[in-house]
């Protein structure tokens, strides 16, 4: 128990060493729309479920999540993507915002910001719909325009920091990264130092040398074939065959499985094993299947099998090719991720590492590899050992998968995982206007989102406290923003506050739902919505949203606005009329008279 407590430890304080480091992520960056649904029937028409809509969610994808992971692991994030000039692309900056990236993405009209819509009922994904294709290409002034940002981007993170920058490249084949990008990246390697590649087609990026490379078992397996490294596996029993013909001429194709009369080799076609996903090809292959077993993945003409042979798993196979992955990508580390099935790094030591994970629904897995890559980044930038960084990359990636969405792993969460003390940002309940954008800014790249409200709260009650609990209950954290005595006298009358501020304040940070307060002295906390860019404005009343007169700049802002319903017959006039009534009612005298002598 003592080493595992010193264990945690240690990697706690790699957390706690990459606080604020800064890395440049530059690829292809998309938005994630995630659709809630209700469905009790089937339609007339066909035999398909109708569906009422709940809920929308929007979140970053690609690249912008990798950014995004970065922010909220407690490092800074610059994005250096190619964004279209659309709606997704104004929900896109929204959510880079939030979550504190710096966004440093080059709008391109004409070319949509790519999408993923998912649908789902029942937490259940029934369909997802894409846009944005490789042959959304950039346009030659595009391509300009995104090297002029990377140049400038890198320029000056060099000179704030004093050091080469980290960089990450996500090529997802959407059409970000063309040839002329990638040279130029390739050109100039030497201006970073730890470079992380995530790329559908590896191939394309010879002579980049990263540091780190982390492809799924597919990509990696393409790399092989593709590379031509047909010669035996040093694991007996396996194989990786290529089918006669000139490669060159087309795609090549590759089966992964035992030996000619290898053990198991009768029985593997028939043995039944579990459904192992093995990752998406690039964007554009023209042919895409996989077997009803779930076993194997074609795409481009190459076939993956994830079973390959008796008693061998995906693991050891990667395990037996990490050196010629390290060749062929000219990498220091590669981690071959396995998803459900964790990973197996290797570097220059030769030594494979190993590392778990937990079996989830595919729909709660959604951008883990993001995280993975995110922390992996992080950890081998701040000298991590290569051990230490492939554990915090894959606890990273585990502990985002506990719901449906788009995941995110907040350096809280991991440092939580460690039983590591959490020092959260802005720890003070009471924040002065001046110092509320940095504890806000702080909040943001942890990755958590914001609720605000406000009012006089004069006489606390009941139904502010519920009130109070349910805005809690829209995002990560609660800030309330308290009118000044002075604020309350304009807008209530000269006999009002009847708590002077500083009860109020007390009263409030004493609740467990609110996070922060501020007092702010105007009439309208316009001002502080600017400075909080809340993801949620709640208001108390009946009334429809559309009617708060804060909602415009909410929502130009980038968030939404909500209106909850007080607690009947509860409410700090009723309760004042009700003790100014009460003082005037005639009292009965109870004094003590002097009995007669």
Known sequence: MAGGAAEQRRLAAVVEGWLGRTVLVVGDAMLDEWRFADSDRLCREAPAPVLTLRRRISAAGGAANTAVNVAALGGRAV??????????????????????VWDRTVAQHGRPTPVKRRMLAGNQILLREDSGDADDALDDDGVTRLLTALDCATEELRAAGGEAPTLVVCDYGLGALPAAVRAWLVTNRERYATVALDAHDLADWRGLAPTVVTPSFAEATRLLARAGGARPAPHAGLHLDHPDGDRADGPSEL???????????????????????????????????????????????????????????????????????????????????????????????????????TPVPASHAVGAGDAYLAAMTLALAADAPLPTAAQLAQLAATITVSDTGTCVCRRDDLLVALDAPVERAGHRALVDTDGLAAVIAEHRRAGRSVVFTNGCFDVLHRGHVRYLEQARALGDLLVVAVNSDGSVRRLKGPDRPVNPVEDRIALLTALACVDHVVVFEEDSPTELIEAVRPDVYVKGGDYPPEMVPEAPLVRRLGGQVRTLGYVPDRSTSAIIDRIRAHGHEPQEDTSLTPEPS
């Not at 990490?322 to 981690?335: I, K, M, N, Q, S």
């Open 255 to 357: 089966t992964v499985g035992v030996s000619p009369g290898g053990a198991g080799a009768h029985h593997a076609a028939h043995r039944p094993g579990p459904t192992n996903p093995t990752g998406e090809p690039s964007a554009g292959e023209g042919r895409v299947a996989m077997t009803g077993d779930g076993l194997t993945v074609t795409g481009t003409g190459v076939t993956v099998n994830a079973t390959a042979g008796e008693g061998v798993d995906r693991a050891v196979l990667a395990e037996s090719r990490l050196a010629e992955l390290r060749a062929h990508t000219g990498a220091d580390v590669v981690a071959v991720t396995l998803d459900t099935d964790g990973a197996v790094v290797g570097g220059a030591d030769g030594e494979p590492r190993r590392s778990h994970s």
């Open 79 to 100: 994005l250096v993507a190619p964004v279209g000039a659309d709606v997704a692309g104004d929900e896109l900056h929204d959510c880079l915002d939030r979550a504190g």
